[in-house]
């Protein structure tokens, strides 16, 4: 069934894809985000709303996590130049303000392969063709939450593009992470955006969407 699904999603996205060829400061460790978390700024669990906003009729989503609001501003970057629904990932239990206790937490967390909950309601993903999903870089990996929800939802059949935030890191191995994870979904070239950069993203998520034939 997956792979019958795989065969017809990739029918309908062929036209979207012809043209594809083939939140940190300095001062903090590599890998983690390096502003107060803004938690003023914590949007409704689904918000946006055009199911239709893409080039070529495709649906897309902008789900993303965010503990210090760069991701957050990367993610309505993107939002804003495709139109796409967006999704914050919001863990049922609170991370800590704490930076120094952060660091101690999300190491805890992926030594021990924790699948940290996610609180409200979900999305419907079978509405979707292109999943974009968000993360800081946390020890040259995503931050748990993301593997919480890789293992929520069947993937299958859609186009995942990735990006990241980070002081430095870059995506690390993510993406060749999510393609492990995600066998019959089509993983897209990452973007990452420094920690230094996440407020003012626009110029880098146009060529990155350009690049991948996502842009409106």
Same mark, same amino acid.
């Given at each position: 069934?997956?792979?019958?699904?795989?065969?017809?999603?990739?029918?309908?996205?062929?036209? !979207?894809?012809?043209?594809?060829?083939?939140?940190?400061?300095?001062?903090?460790?590599?890998?983690?985000?390096?502003?107060?978390?803004?938690?003023?700024?914590?949007?409704?669990?689904?918000?946006?709303? +055009?199911?239709?906003?893409?080039?070529?009729?495709?649906?897309?989503?902008?789900?993303?996590?965010?503990?210090?609001?760069?991701?957050?501003?990367?993610?309505?970057?993107?939002?804003?130049?495709?139109?796409?629904?967006? !999704?914050?990932?919001?863990?049922?239990?609170?991370? +800590?303000?704490?930076?120094?206790? !952060? !660091?101690?937490?999300?190491?805890?967390?992926?030594?021990?392969?924790?699948?940290?909950?996610?609180?409200?309601?979900?999305?419907?993903?079978?509405?979707?063709?292109?999943?974009?999903?968000?993360?800081?870089?946390?020890?040259?990996?995503?931050?748990?939450?993301?593997?919480?929800?890789?293992?929520?939802?069947?993937?299958?059949?859609?186009?995942?593009?990735?990006?990241?935030?980070?002081?430095?890191?870059?995506?690390?191995?993510?993406?060749?992470?999510?393609?492990?994870?995600?066998?019959?979904?089509?993983?897209?070239?990452?973007?990452?955006?420094?920690?230094?950069?996440?407020?003012?993203?626009?110029?880098?998520?146009?060529?990155?969407?350009?690049?991948?034939?996502?842009?409106?």
């Amino acid at each position: 069934m997956k792979k019958n699904m795989l065969v017809v999603a990739a029918c309908l996205l062929f036209p !979207l894809f012809s043209c594809l060829a083939g939140g940190a400061s300095e001062k903090l460790p590599i890998g983690f985000p390096g502003n107060p978390v803004d938690t003023a700024s914590v949007q409704a669990p689904l918000s946006g709303g +055009t199911q239709n906003s893409m080039k070529d009729g495709v649906n897309a989503l902008v789900v993303y996590f965010s503990w210090s609001g760069n991701t957050r501003a990367v993610a309505s970057e993107i939002q804003r130049q495709t139109g796409a629904d967006i !999704l914050e990932l919001i863990p049922e239990q609170p991370y +800590t303000e704490d930076y120094n206790e !952060l !660091l101690n937490v999300a190491q805890r967390e992926r030594r021990n392969h924790v699948r940290p909950a996610i609180a409200g309601r979900g999305a419907d993903i079978d509405a979707y063709d292109v999943i974009f999903l968000g993360y800081p870089n946390w020890w040259a990996d995503m931050p748990m939450i993301i593997y919480t929800f890789l293992d929520q939802y069947d993937l299958s059949g859609k186009v995942i593009a990735p990006f990241c935030t980070s002081g430095g890191s870059g995506l690390s191995g993510s993406v060749g992470t999510i393609r492990s994870l995600e066998p019959e979904s089509q993983i897209m070239d990452g973007l990452h955006v420094s920690g230094s950069s996440a407020s003012r993203p626009g110029d880098a998520v146009a060529k990155w969407l350009a690049g991948l034939g996502m842009d409106r």
